[in-house]
T-cell receptor, first 116, second 112 residues
Framework: KAGVTQTPRYLIKTRGQQVTLSCSPI?????VSWYQQTPGQGLQFLFE???????NKGNFPGRFSGRQFSNSRSEMNVSTLELGDSALYLC???????????????FGQGTRLTVV | SQQGEEDPQALSIQEGENATMNCSYK?????LQWYRQNSGRGLVHLIL?????REKHSGRLRVTLDTSKKSSSLLITASRAADTASYFC????????????FGQGTELSVKP
């Protein structure tokens, strides 16, 4: 079974530009979550999608947005990039949202975004 | 906000020794998961322990959970150089809105 696929693996963007990252979950998984990882803040939750609906959103500005398609693939978009958006962006897929008793979340290799 | 606090932040051991990492959290949980991350790459899922479980094994890994103390530990026995990585605990609870909350991680270095 293929794992979680994130594209691209690396990106360099200029401040003020926008970027779109893609995540293909494990086949059969319908829940996709996004996390930002930085040395200072660690792993921070961005948002979660299930059946094309955003179920939860972390404490990030409106410049961060996402969506999920009918095949469960997800994209996240960051507009008006800032230097502080440089981070590793990780996508996780699971069979269902983590409730009530939880299920394992499997992560992709991440997209390393550098804003210059 | 960080739910899990991990201890130690860094650990250096020799191959063959055991490595123990601890995780403490603040609120009630449904389950706790441990992940490994190699040098800025993706997270690899190691083990999930539910709130009604006290101990779980997977190969050389042993995880314990003490909900009364709100703490968990990950033991890696007979460590290998390939175990060198960062290890994170992540909690899932009803008050977390379905998201995982991660600790800051323990950086493990296993020297050959």
């Amino acid at each position: 079974k293929a794992g979680v696929t994130q594209t691209p693996r690396y990106l360099i963007k200029t401040r003020g530009q926008q970027v779109t990252l893609s995540c293909s979950p494990i086949s059969g998984h319908r829940s996709v979550s996004w996390y930002q990882q930085t040395p200072g803040q660690g792993l921070q939750f961005l948002f979660e999608y299930f059946s094309e609906t955003q179920r939860n959103k972390g404490n990030f500005p409106g410049r961060f947005s996402g969506r999920q398609f009918s095949n469960s693939r997800s994209e996240m978009n960051v507009s008006t990039l800032e230097l502080g958006d440089s981070a590793l962006y990780l996508c996780a897929s699971s069979l269902r949202p983590n409730r009530p008793s939880g299920t394992e979340a499997f992560f992709g290799q991440g997209t390393r975004l550098t804003v210059v | 906000s960080q739910q899990g606090e991990e201890d130690p932040q860094a650990l250096s051991i020799q191959e063959g020794e055991n490595a123990t990492m601890n995780c403490s959290y603040k609120t009630s949980i449904n389950n706790l998961q441990w992940y490994r991350q190699n040098s800025g790459r993706g997270l690899v899922h190691l083990i999930l322990i539910r709130s009604n479980e006290r101990e779980k094994h997977s190969g050389r890994l042993r995880v314990t959970l003490d909900t009364s103390k709100k703490s968990s530990s990950l033991l890696i026995t007979a460590s290998r150089a390939a175990d060198t990585a960062s290890y994170f605990c992540a909690t899932d609870g009803d008050n977390q809105g379905g998201k995982l909350i991660f600790g800051q991680g323990t950086e493990l270095s296993v020297k050959p």
